[in-house]
Antibody, heavy 121, light 107 residues
Framework: QVQLVQSGSELKKPGASVNISCKTSGYTFSSFPMTWVRQAPGQGPEWMGWINTNTGDPTYAPGFTGRFLFSLDTSASTAYLQISRLEPNDTAIYYC??????????????WGQGTRVTVSS | IVLTQSPGTLSLSPGERATLSCRASQSVSASYLAWFQQKLGQPPRLLIYSATSRATGIPGRFSGSGSGTDFTLTISSLEPEDFAVYFCQQYGTSPFTFGPGTRVDVK
């Protein structure tokens, strides 16, 4: 069965960096695009962008450029989200989510459990 | 594309019909509109894709309709496990935006 398992909660100070992993199993990793979603406390989800798991090409939503980096370790079937120069309003739960089908224009169907990132001095 | 959901909160009793609205600021390409259910402490769960297609394992009481800029999620008869927050998402035009959500709670 398809599984996405994310790394654990993080507590960081402003200005630090964080690296979130999303380890997948149960399907061919490089066949399905991976989306990243942020959900701030009490808010709706925000689409951060997606990464082509075949080519490694990322697409970032406006507001998620510069400090945010999507990457892959295809040999480990794992996707990564790195956030640098953390700010307090980066405090949120971050989800990886695999697309329903192999095409870009597909909704995320399989989700990781989420990684809570808290940014506080 | 900005998605607006209404109402913000829907207070209903088990067995009642729930009708949730999602309106887009411009036409959603090819009806690439999805609905998700989210319960506290859990990731979103895909219910409906392509505006009208139920995802695998989703009960028949959930149905989606609409096209263009106006979309609806209907829950024909609320079960206790259906009280949750519901989000729509358009994935036709990048960035693939989410709506702010409708909370369905027990009256």
């Amino acid at each position: 069965q398809v599984q996405l398992v994310q790394s654990g909660s993080e507590l960081k100070k402003p200005g630090a960096s964080v690296n979130i992993s999303c380890k997948t199993s149960g399907y061919t990793f490089s066949s399905f695009p991976m989306t990243w979603v942020r959900q701030a406390p009490g808010q709706g989800p925000e689409w951060m962008g997606w990464i082509n798991t075949n080519t490694g090409d990322p697409t970032y939503a406006p507001g998620f450029t510069g400090r945010f980096l999507f990457s892959l370790d295809t040999s480990a079937s794992t996707a990564y989200l790195q956030i640098s120069r953390l700010e307090p309003n980066d405090t949120a739960i971050y989800y990886c989510a695999r697309h329903k089908t192999v095409i870009t224009r597909a909704p995320p169907k399989f989700w990781g459990q989420g990684t809570r990132v808290t940014v506080s001095s | 594309i900005v998605l607006t959901q209404s109402p913000g909160t829907l207070s209903l009793s088990p067995g009642e019909r729930a009708t949730l609205s999602c309106r887009a600021s411009q036409s959603v390409s090819a009806s690439y509109l999805a609905w998700f259910q989210q319960k506290l402490g859990q990731p979103p769960r895909l219910l409906i894709y392509s505006a009208t297609s139920r995802a695998t394992g989703i009960p028949g009481r959930f149905s989606g309709s609409g096209s263009g800029t106006d979309f609806t999620l209907t829950i024909s008869s609320l079960e206790p496990e259906d009280f949750a927050v519901y989000f729509c998402q358009q994935y036709g035009t990048s960035p693939f935006t989410f709506g702010p959500g409708t909370r369905v709670d027990v009256k």
